[in-house]
C-alpha cells in the first residue's frame, strides 16, 4: 500500500536498517482545490547546499540525475525512513543530527544526493538518490573480483568524494562496498552518513579526533579497534585502501573472525595480495594502510 508524505508517494520497501526502512518514492505535489492558489509543498524541506560545488561537480553538471522511472515516467527517488522512536537516546541526539547537518550541506556527484528532507511525529524522511543497481559488494558477489579498469574507476569516483568531504573537514566514518551505490555502472555515489561527524573545532581551530567506535570491523583501521583516540580522515583512507583491495580480489585483506589477531596482522601491514594484482594497485593499497 502506498502512502503520502508531503508531495510524494511512498511505495515498496528496498532495505532495511537498525532503525530505518529504505522505500521507493517520486513527486507528486497535492493540488490544491480550483481557484486556492498554486500547489501546497508546506511539509516539505527543500535541501539547499550552504557549501560551493565542487570543480568537478560543476565541470560534469547535476550530480542528481535519475537513472529510474515508475510506469508514468516520473523520476524515483529512494526514501529513508527514520523512526526515532525505534532509536537509542544517543542516535537521536548525536548522529541523526549530524547526519541531516551533513547532508544539507554536501552536494558532489559521487556523493548521494538529498533532494528533501522532512521531520514528521517520530519520523524522519530522507528523499535521495535512487541507486538501483544495488552497491558493489553485491557486484562483488554476483561476478567476483572486478577487473583492475572498472576498479580504478570507481575507486578514483570514490577518493574524489572522501576528498571533497576531508575539504570540509567532514569524516566519513563508514567507508565500505556496501556503501558504495551505482547510479549506473560507471557512476558510483558514496551514501549512508550515518557516523559522519565534523571533526574540526571552528571554536578552537584545531582538529578533532574520534574516541568512537564506527563503521565495520573488516574496514577499521587498528587504532579504531583497540578503542584508541583517532584520526578520522585517515580512518577513511584505511578504508579506501581495503575497499580497492576487495574490489580486485573479491577478499577482504584481514580476516575479522580473531580481533586480536586481526589487529596484530594490520599492526604488521602482513597482507597478500593475489598475482593478479599490478604493481600499481599494490603501491596505493600499501600507501593508504600505512
Given amino acids: 500500500m502506498k502512502e503520502r508524505m508531503g508531495g510524494y508517494i ?3 520497501t528496498i532495505g532495511s536498517g537498525t532503525y530505518s526502512k529504505v522505500k521507493v518514492a ?3 505535489p497535492v493540488k490544491p482545490p480550483e481557484g486556492h ?4 509543498t508546506a511539509e516539505i524541506t527543500p535541501v539547499v547546499p550552504t557549501k560551493g560545488e ?3 561537480a ?4 547535476s550530480a542528481q540525475e535519475p537513472v529510474d522511472e515508475d510506469t508514468s515516467g516520473r523520476s524515483l527517488l529512494a526514501v529513508k525512513i527514520i523512526n526515532k522512536r525505534q532509536a537509542t537516546k544517543e542516535f537521536v541526539g548525536r548522529f541523526l543530527p549530524r547526519e541531516m547537518a551533513i547532508l544539507r550541506m ?3 556527484p559521487h556523493i548521494i544526493g538529498v533532494k528533501d528532507l522532512i ?3 517520530d519520523c524522519v524522511y530522507i528523499f535521495m538518490d535512487n541507486c538501483s543497481l544495488g552497491d558493489i559488494l553485491e557486484i562483488i ?3 567476483d573480483a572486478l577487473p583492475e579498469i572498472r576498479a580504478k574507476m570507481y575507486f578514483r569516483q570514490l577518493l574524489s568524494a572522501v576528498r571533497y568531504l576531508h575539504s570540509y573537514s567532514i569524516a566519513h566514518r563508514d567507508i565500505k562496498c556496501e556503501n558504495i551505490l551505482l547510479m549506473s555502472e560507471t557512476h558510483i555515489k558514496l551514501g549512508d552518513f550515518g557516523f559522519a561527524r565534523f571533526c574540526y573545532d571552528e571554536a578552537t581551530k584545531t582538529p578533532q579526533l574520534s574516541e568512537t567506535f564506527c563503521g565495520s570491523t573488516a574496514y577499521a583501521a587498528p587504532e579504531v579497534l583497540q578503542g584508541n583516540a583517532y584520526d578520522p580522515k585517515k580512518n577513511d583512507i584505511w578504508s579506501v585502501g581495503i575497499v580497492l583491495y576487495v574490489m580486485v580480489t573479491a577478499v577482504m585483506p584481514f580476516c575479522d573472525g580473531d580481533l586480536n589477531a586481526m589487529i596484530q596482522a594490520q599492526q604488521k601491514r602482513k597482507i597478500f595480495f593475489p598475482k593478479k594484482c599490478s604493481q600499481e594497485v599494490r603501491d596505493v593499497v600499501r600507501q593508504a594502510i600505512y
Fill in 119 to 121: 521531520e514528521s511525529g
Fill in 106 to 108: 554536501v552536494n558532489h
Fill in 58 to 61: 560543476s565541470a560534469k553538471g
Fill in 10 to 12: 511512498i511505495g515498496r
Fill in 141 to 143: 558477489r554476483r561476478e
Fill in 26 to 28: 517520486y513527486y507528486l
Fill in 37 to 40: 492558489g498554486e500547489e501546497s
Fill in 54 to 56: 565542487s570543480e568537478e
